[in-house]
């Protein structure tokens, strides 16, 4: 079993940058791979970026240049770095892991940007 809990939302005026953190406790030794999910109100959740165990990145179209994920030298914290942020990424945002056998979700951290 692997838990994960989120922090670092809030709110930021537009143009404004946030950093998620997501620390992982447990079995986190057979974790693969690690990503940031969000789910704005009423739309489905979806991929925002992840990293593998070996360090292959991946970013949805609407996160590359602006959004920037990595993870701790121990891979038990995950990071986002989230740059000149839109009112259209408001959402909650929610860490993932995946060991080969099942995907864990944290309880969601939410991102609101407003003026």
């Known amino acids: 079993q692997v838990q994960l809990v989120e922090s670092g939302g809030g709110l930021v005026q537009p143009g404004g940058s946030l950093r998620l953190v997501c620390t992982a406790s447990g079995e986190i030794r057979n974790i693969y791979a690690m990503g940031w999910y969000r789910q704005a109100p009423g739309k489905e959740r979806e991929l925002v970026a992840h990293?593998?165990?070996?360090?292959?990145?991946n970013y949805a179209g609407s996160a590359k240049g602006r959004f920037t994920i990595s993870n701790s030298n121990s891979k038990n914290i995950l990071y986002l770095q989230m740059n000149s942020l839109k009112p259209e990424d408001t959402a909650v945002y929610y860490c993932n892991a995946f060991d080969y056998v099942q995907n864990y979700w944290g309880q969601g951290t939410q991102v609101t940007v407003s003026s």
């Open positions: 990293i593998t165990s070996g360090g292959t990145t």
